[in-house]
C-alpha cells in the first residue's frame, strides 16, 4: 500500500487491461481502527455473456459430449480488435478439471484454445473466477499442477494454454480481426463421470481507432472566397 493524505488524490495506478481490483486501507485518524475495501475497475467494458448452464458430460474416454456455447454479442465497435480478455466462472464448480477444454472463438470462427488439461489426469476442482490476459504471467495448468486434487484450482489471472499446456496469445490469434458479430466461448468435456456448470463469462475487447480517410488532392474543392 501507498500512503494517501486525507483529502488528496493518490498518485497513477497501473493498471491491467480489463478487469482490475483496487485495494484500499482506510486508517482512523490515531490508529484506532483500520478497514479494506476492494474496488472493481475495469479499463475495458466488459460484454457478459449468455447461455449458462450445466457442461455437457463427456461420452467416455476422451470421447466429447455436446458443447455448452457461451455466446457474446458484439455491435456498434469501429476498428479492429487490439486486445482481447475473457473470463469464467464455473458453479457448481467442474469436479474433474482435466475433463476440460474451452475455446474462444471469433465470428469469422477464428479459434483459440483458452484452457485444456487432457494431459494432467487431474482431479481438482474448476470454480474460479478465471481471467485470462496476455498480461498475466503463469498459466492455470501451473497452478493446478501445484494445487492437490479434490479442491478448487486458486482463482486469478492466467494466461491461455494450447492443448500442450504451454502458453499462448490472444493478442497473436485476433489481433486485426473485425470485432462485431457474436463471439463464442465453447466448454466441452471430454470424459464421463464429473460435471460442472458455467454460471458467469465476460469477454473484453479493446479496439484500434480506425484512420481519417485520406482525400485526394484532385477531389479538393476550394471554397468560395467571403466578401
Known amino acids: 500500500f501507498s500512503t494517501v493524505t486525507s483529502g488528496s488524490a493518490s498518485g497513477a495506478l497501473a493498471l491491467n487491461p480489463g478487469p482490475n481490483t483496487v485495494d484500499v486501507k482506510v486508517t482512523a485518524t490515531g490508529g484506532l481502527w483500520t478497514k479494506t475495501y476492494s474496488v472493481n475497475v475495469s479499463t475495458i467494458p466488459a460484454i457478459a455473456g449468455a447461455g449458462y448452464g450445466a457442461i455437457p458430460d463427456g461420452l467416455g474416454n476422451d470421447s466429447p459430449g455436446a458443447a455448452r456455447d457461451i455466446t457474446f454479442t458484439v455491435s456498434g465497435r469501429s476498428g479492429t480488435v487490439s486486445n482481447v480478455l475473457v473470463d469464467f466462472t464455473l458453479n457448481p464448480a467442474h469436479t474433474y478439471s482435466s475433463d476440460v477444454k474451452a475455446v474462444l472463438i471469433a465470428p469469422d470462427n477464428t479459434q483459440h484454445v483458452v484452457a485444456s488439461f487432457a494431459h494432467l489426469n487431474d482431479n481438482s476442482y474448476l470454480a474460479g473466477p478465471y481471467s485470462f490476459s496476455d498480461a498475466a504471467s503463469g498459466t492455470l495448468s501451473a497452478a493446478l499442477s501445484a494445487t492437490n486434487g479434490g479442491v478448487n484450482v486458486p482463482s486469478g489471472t492466467y494466461r491461455t494454454q494450447n492443448n500442450n ?43 484500434t481507432t480506425p484512420a481519417a480517410p485520406e482525400i485526394a488532392a484532385d477531389r479538393l474543392l476550394a471554397m468560395p472566397e467571403v466578401q
Not at 174 to 198: E, I
Open 165 to 207: 499446456e504451454t502458453a499462448t496469445s490472444l493478442f497473436t490469434t485476433f489481433s486485426g480481426k473485425a470485432p462485431n458479430g457474436t463471439w463464442t466461448l465453447r466448454f466441452t468435456d471430454y470424459y464421463n463421470g464429473d460435471t460442472g456448470s458455467v454460471s458467469a463469462a465476460n469477454l473484453y475487447l479493446a479496439t
